[in-house]
């Protein structure tokens, strides 16, 4: 339980410190008076959303075994065929 947490700060320090979320955050920083409200806001949004991809990316990885993630992957893939012919019926 404790290398699992462990595994979730590093995966989360990770993350955060990754060079293109860094680069993000940096331009945010360096450019949020020059930007419209708008583009921030937008720019704001794709930081979010890098961050949080990136730590769901990690996690999963920290928690699922390899055989695990396969799994998951191939519930997924066809999750997505199973709703793209209930899609092609309705149509």
């Known amino acids: 339980m404790l290398s699992t947490a462990l595994g979730l700060v590093e995966a989360t320090k990770t993350a ?17 008076n020059e930007l419209p409200d708008e583009i921030y806001a937008k720019y704001l949004f794709m930081y979010s959303s890098a961050i949080a991809s990136k730590v769901a990316d990690l996690v999963t990885k920290v928690l699922l075994t390899e055989s695990e993630l396969s799994d998951l992957f191939s519930i997924l893939e066809e999750m997505d065929n199973l709703t793209e012919t209930i899609l092609e019926e309705i149509a």
Do not use: K
């Not at 060079?19 to 331009?27: F, K, S, V, W």
């Open 16 to 32: 955060i410190l990754d060079e293109y979320i860094m680069g993000l955050a940096g331009e945010l920083h360096t450019r949020r």
